[in-house]
């Protein structure tokens, strides 16, 4: 319960709702809260629900050519990080402290192998380990979007697969790891605006860099083939954000009731404002722009989710449809190929909101706070903790990235060769068609 | 025999052949088609940019009929295909050496 | 708890199994039940599920040109409704009356103020708020069935938040809040038989009549553009359904087991039966007439889930597919536009559960009751009290439903220009197209 | 709770973990364990939502013109065999065994009259007999697979029904009933090995030889009409197959938990697998490949969840791909015409998993079972079990199924006409089109 | 040179398409359209209502041929696309006037 | 006046487009068309299977051009459609009687 939330917080909301698990037998160590037990299961089911519904979501922007290969990019990372994360995966980041706290690591967690009875304040280990694998695996896929339509198949794997390694075991030790340096330092972050959509979004853009634009790009005009699929997707990200963000509270009380609460506030607010955007500015209200105002207020809710209120949570989904459409209009401007936005509205979105959330903290726990720090802590302090957390992330995510970058690149190979790409991805590389309505 | 290949605006097909049912023109083939011309396309919006399509909609409909039916039917065609508007659509003829029924064989204008 | 259920059947529901929550604190204000909290999390989120699963079965079923402004009537509710609720909705709904119990209010509720560490019955009130919000979301999106393909959106989001403000607010007030007049009346409506289906399957009806039918209907032969996603759409909204009425007994016992199970059982038995008088009237089984079977089950069963047995549910199930069924023969007959059926199948379907449930009531329930008022209660009693509830909720649709059009029609506009019409919304309004196959 | 796991290995779990649930009233018969509740309800709308699921992945694999035929193929079963499991279906299985044990029969599962209150470990016996009718209505759904494009919609109908009769019901019977003699004799099928897969992959083989091949196979070359929506099914299949084999754990503790992450290994390791070796063969990675792994994977884990540990569950789901792939090889060669590969995926990938298991089962279970039996119970031991029961269910499933498919064309026929397959089903069965998006 | 335009049953495609390949003509071009004539739609229900959909899905075959090779072309599409039911098509035939390979710039029958 | 059909590779479309503007050829109906003939399918696997498809997807423009414009519309759409790959396409030229703008009723030239 510890892994994601600051110890104040967590000691606060205990305090205002005695929300403990309710044990039924003495010997704590060992009792089961079979509701509690239930939300993590169900919550890493919403969360796997995610990855076809990203898969849905970006899918459905690309051109028919690319439809397949472009929702492989999503769940090619159900298979390799999630047997990567079985291997490995837990032990570098929930281990304890190695290499001066670069990563963790505990023996028992490797291949989960130490964990096949143990129980957590009423929650069975296995469960919190496989609803934290979750997270390794849409994090990666979420950076696809940056590098659609132009890459290989091979390469991508590889580029999945040491950026799981190198960015996002690191940092989720940092940040989630109750020794995590980050972590100590009272950086808010419940269900990772930096450990996923930051970290994401400043790693696409890398490779959005590294990769240049797609053939025509920009003069090519934007051809999504399936809108509709689109929309569904961001439907099934909205259902699956309940789990990804409540399931954070690691418990099913209070927290997780708060925290589901202001995801919804968020996105209705994110959409709300996204159409209310595109009305003024074109008197249309477009389908993509209602989706996109959904995402843009579920990343930047997902740090914050716990500590603010209903009103810093209309706020946060507001603040961010408004300048993830900006960061948009500057990407045309500037013309670097972010293909579907991974920077544009995870990056710019999410880390508005790992900031901001800093002035909507509930009363209770900045008051909870000072007490333990012994001084009145102020939005202004918390604001420097979260500023120190995004700079360490953005350096760590830029550097390997690039470095992963020319890696792959001089190996397997990353950026498509001009003739796979104008045949598509799906016929040059995965040997099939994605429709065939004839 | 001649072929009247008409360009058309989807939502008029009916009317269309309708029409040329009338005048005892009960075969066609029909395709969809994209077409460029003095019409311009409609825009779309892309995540805040806008842009034109520079193809629009066309339903091309294929007709062989007899020589003497080839006014009657341009006539026709003209009349229930016309809005007024820009990219009504155009209407072409072509000469037609032969035509079989596949079915049993005729040819020429029994073939129809 | 007592929000959805009158007194009698719960009480009964308690003597019956025991199934108060399981504190595990002394302060039972305070004490957290995790197992019905993790129900009312998971029931929220299926419930969200149903909007993706009824734009995906509408939008499946218009043309082309439409589907995605038919798809975007129910999203844009997630946001307009979405935003609403949180600021207004639910202190008008479940705040205690004012005038004269037209509709609720309560100061805390105004943008959920007040409720940041409440707890009722074991579970936090934000979650049975956002449980509540839900359905006030879905409820002005079923009725987009009936002006589908021919409204401006502007006009449309008018609509449904006037809709939302004058219709739903007051209803579900009457119906669900413990002060209601109709609730202390006794009307039986778990899951919105009367709050959800038939209000919302009359103000369709009145909006279709008064927007007049689509140019060329109903000489236009139907062309549903994708009958596999309205099949997809029918597989979520049945599964979305099990939190929709499950979720409705506001805990996680005996009354929701059944509440799942009698939902279960009855669309089963609708499918089943349209499939047989589709098969007897033209020897073929259609994959539209089955899931409007489903349909048909669902909203026949809403109201009626925790009081009647199996027996009852397919009773009910086959009924309703039966009676929707000729409902839908008739529109052909006056040909009115009830473009996707919402009257037809919702209106009709759910009205006759609400009435006929009274023939199928659980004998321990009869019983209780006629304990409570003291004297024999029999089905003709209770009939009597669901006619009452459904002709105030007739006569406040319909009424107020008229009062909107005109003002909408007047002001943005509600019915679209010809030549939009023809052009499709998607590209009139939206700028977008569903699909790009080339 | 017996229901799914043989006692050894429950007493087993409960020594470990005293994952009793947790009743919160002395009369333990009558308290409800919300969180193992709430667990069942979720885990009962996750298997439905598995239906859809299949609907998408198996409609996305054939051609345009059977679309819609295809998916009511797995969607039909909601309805038959939804009301036929009211009737007499949980009757049939879980009542008391009759007939010298062939099947069971309960007065009170007639028509689920006489279980209104009845609760069992804290559950309600209503989500417990709606939970296990979901296998039931998924079971001949997943044949489907292996008639597809060539059968007449009453003959399936006719099918279905009686195979759920005759095969289902004696099968799950035997094998989940504390009285049958398989489950008596130790056969470990976890989440349904044997009762759901092999004898769906038998019996599909078994159809499929019986129909003969398709007009023009195996010349005719594939055509799969929307692998976009196969690998949406895919993801709602996984998602799904966690209520699948986690809730047959009928608890919500430590057993779930190992469940799920044994379900989520096993996926993983499947689809990678499936991967590699089209790396290799074709050095391409096909979407449709992928998701084959992961039904490979899936399938394989589903009798073996509770017992294994994490590396069991990765070496299943491994060797179930590479034995799947070259049981498709196989058929390939043979040239009969399991269209979608139930037998080919489902059967021989499950068949491997229900006895390859026996050499990764958990330490502490072996120990529990030796004493349990008074001797060295070795992994021989168990795999002879397995095969036992193996036997048992490949019999019942040839013979049954081959009188069925008799039965059925003798009366209302089962492989449709020439003109009719030509036409497709759905134009021919259903009078309706898949798509139209002129 | 002659352009032959075959409009038959879909499914009788792969059939006419080997036909051709035997008497060695090894290019062709498909499209696929919708036929209105005497063989009649097939009938579509929507909850509960039924009704004709008027057109006719088929395939167009477009195919360039050396004179000398019509009536043989024409011959065997008839017989590989026969299946003796109505609405199995027609073949028309038109005349062209120049043909050109756009990689080599060959001009006339040498660009077929 | 003369019909040309092109059977070109898809994304070349824009440059013949935009090639036959610059020489004032501002209309044109497309289809989307399969073509088959020298170049070979692409391969396409299916669970383990391994099969060629036959016909490829082409891009089909129709143009009707003044007599004394085919050879430059010629020339011009080689040139932009060429990638000296086999499957470039071809271009066909047919006679045609007559154009009708179906808004003015103009008929001949001034139709197009
Ligand atoms: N030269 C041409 N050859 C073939 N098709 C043409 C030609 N010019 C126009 N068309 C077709 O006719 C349609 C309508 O033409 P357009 O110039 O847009 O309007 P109008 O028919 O009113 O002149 C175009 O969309 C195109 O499909
Ligand atoms: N006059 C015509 N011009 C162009 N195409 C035609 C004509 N008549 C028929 N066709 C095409 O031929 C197809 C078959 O014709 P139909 O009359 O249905 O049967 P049959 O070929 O046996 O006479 C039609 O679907 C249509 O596509
Ligand atoms: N005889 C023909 N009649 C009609 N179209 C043809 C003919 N031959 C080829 N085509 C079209 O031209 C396209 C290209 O021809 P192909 O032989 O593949 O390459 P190339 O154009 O380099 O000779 C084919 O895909 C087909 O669409």
Redesign the interface.
């Known amino acids: 319960m510890f892994v994601r939330k600051n110890q104040a917080a967590l000691f606060l909301s205990a305090l205002?709702?005695?929300?403990?698990?309710?044990?039924?037998?003495a010997?704590q160590a060992?009792?089961?809260?079979?509701?509690?037990?239930?939300?993590m299961?169900?919550s890493?089911?919403?969360v796997?629900?995610m990855?076809?519904g990203l898969?849905?979501f970006y899918?459905g922007l690309v051109r028919?050519k690319n439809?397949?290969g472009t929702?492989?990019h999503s769940?090619?990372c159900?298979?390799?990080i999630?047997?990567l994360w079985?291997v490995c995966g837990y032990a570098l980041t929930f281990g304890s402290s190695i290499l001066g706290g670069f990563v963790g690591w505990n023996p028992d967690y490797f291949?989960?192998?130490g964990i096949?009875?143990r129980?957590t304040n009423g929650?069975?280990e296995?469960?919190i380990?496989?609803f934290q694998?979750k997270f390794a695996i849409i994090t990666p896929a979420l950076i696809s979007g940056a590098l659609a339509e132009r890459v290989y198949?091979?390469g991508y794997i590889m580029f999945v697969a040491l950026w799981f390694l190198l960015v996002y075991c690191p940092l989720c030790h940092w940040i989630w790891s109750p020794d995590g340096w980050l972590f100590k330092m009272g950086v808010i972050d419940l269900a990772g605006g930096l450990v996923i959509h930051v970290s994401a979004g400043v790693s696409a853009l890398t490779v959005a860099l590294f990769l240049g634009a797609r053939k025509g790009y920009p003069k090519m005009?934007?051809?999504?083939?399936?809108?509709?699929?689109t929309?569904?997707g961001?439907?099934?990200l909205?259902?699956g954000w309940?789990?990804f963000n409540?399931g954070s509270t690691l418990?099913?009380?209070?927290d997780?009731?708060?925290a589901?609460?202001m995801t919804?506030?968020s996105?209705?607010?994110g959409?709300?404002t996204w159409?209310v955007i595109?009305?003024i500015?074109?008197r249309?209200?477009?389908?993509?722009?209602?989706a996109?105002?959904?995402l843009a207020g579920l990343v930047a809710i997902t740090p914050a989710a716990a500590v603010v209120?209903?009103?810093g949570a209309?706020a946060l989904g507001a603040f961010s449809s408004v300048i993830c459409?900006y960061a948009?209009?500057v990407k045309?401007i500037l013309k670097y190929d972010d293909t579907l936005?991974c920077f544009g509205i995870h990056g710019v979105g999410s880390g508005m909101g790992v900031l901001v959330l800093s002035f909507f903290i509930?009363e209770s726990w900045m008051v909870k706070t000072s007490e333990t720090v012994g001084y009145t802590w102020t939005a202004w302090d918390q604001l420097f903790v979260q500023l120190k957390g995004m700079g360490a992330t953005i350096l760590l995510s830029v550097v390997m990235t690039l470095g992963i970058c020319y890696l792959v690149q001089k190996t397997l190979g990353f950026r498509i060769n001009e003739e796979a790409e104008?045949?598509g991805l799906d016929?040059a590389?995965?040997?099939?068609?994605?429709?065939?309505?004839? | 025999m001649k072929k009247i290949d008409a360009i058309i605006k989807p939502y008029k097909l009916d009317d269309v052949k309708d029409a040329l049912n009338e005048i005892g023109i009960k075969g066609m083939t029909i395709s969809e088609v994209k077409g460029y011309g003095r019409q311009k396309g409609h825009k779309?919006?892309?995540?805040?940019?806008?842009?034109v399509?520079d193809f629009v909609p066309k339903i091309k409909i294929e007709v062989v009929v007899s020589a003497d039916m080839v006014d009657k039917a341009i006539e026709v065609i003209r009349r229930s295909a016309n809005t007024g508007k820009i990219g009504d659509g155009k209407i072409f003829v072509t000469p037609v050496d032969m035509a079989v029924r596949i079915r049993t064989g005729e040819q020429g204008e029994g073939a129809l």
Request: aromatic residues 12%; charged residues 15%; glycine residues 8%.
């Open positions: 205002a709702t005695f929300a403990m698990p309710n044990f039924s037998f010997d060992q009792a089961i809260d079979t509701g509690s037990t239930c939300w299961l169900i890493t089911a919403l796997l629900l990855i076809p898969a849905m899918g028919t439809v397949l929702m492989m769940f090619v159900l298979a390799v999630g047997v079985v291949f989960l192998k096949d009875d129980i929650i069975p296995y469960i380990a496989m694998g198949f091979r005009i934007a051809q999504p083939n399936n809108l509709v699929m929309l569904m961001a439907g099934l909205w259902v309940f789990g409540a418990s099913s009380g209070l997780t009731a708060r589901l609460t919804q506030i996105a209705a607010s959409a709300l159409l595109e009305a500015a074109f249309k209200a477009t389908a993509l722009g209602f996109s105002g959904i209120k209903p009103l209309l459409y948009l209009k045309m936005d509930r104008v045949l016929q590389l995965h040997g099939e068609r994605g429709y065939d309505f004839t | 779309e919006i892309y995540r805040g940019a806008e842009y399509v």
